[in-house]
């Protein structure tokens, strides 16, 4: 369906943002970087050892970006 991961992470966005609509832009990206940034300050982004291990390195860098 998707041909690469950053369309289909740009759909994600578009329909996370159209979900929020009613929430100023300016305001939407504070907080939704705010968000993403907390995920940064947990000890791990995820709860499993399956995923800490597979995911936990490349998802931390996607979020530095």
Same mark, same amino acid.
């Given at each position: 369906?998707?041909?690469t991961v950053a369309a289909a992470l740009g759909l994600?966005?578009?329909l996370i943002r159209q979900e929020y609509a009613f929430v100023p832009e300016a305001l939407? #990206?504070?907080?939704?970087?705010?968000?993403?940034r907390s995920f940064l300050d #947990?000890?791990?982004i995820y709860s499993?050892?399956?995923f800490q291990s597979?995911?936990?390195e490349r998802a931390r860098a996607n979020l530095r970006r």
């Amino acid at each position: 369906m998707f041909h690469t991961v950053a369309a289909a992470l740009g759909l994600a966005l578009v329909l996370i943002r159209q979900e929020y609509a009613f929430v100023p832009e300016a305001l939407f #990206r504070q907080r939704r970087e705010a968000i993403l940034r907390s995920f940064l300050d #947990r000890s791990y982004i995820y709860s499993t050892a399956r995923f800490q291990s597979s995911l936990e390195e490349r998802a931390r860098a996607n979020l530095r970006r």
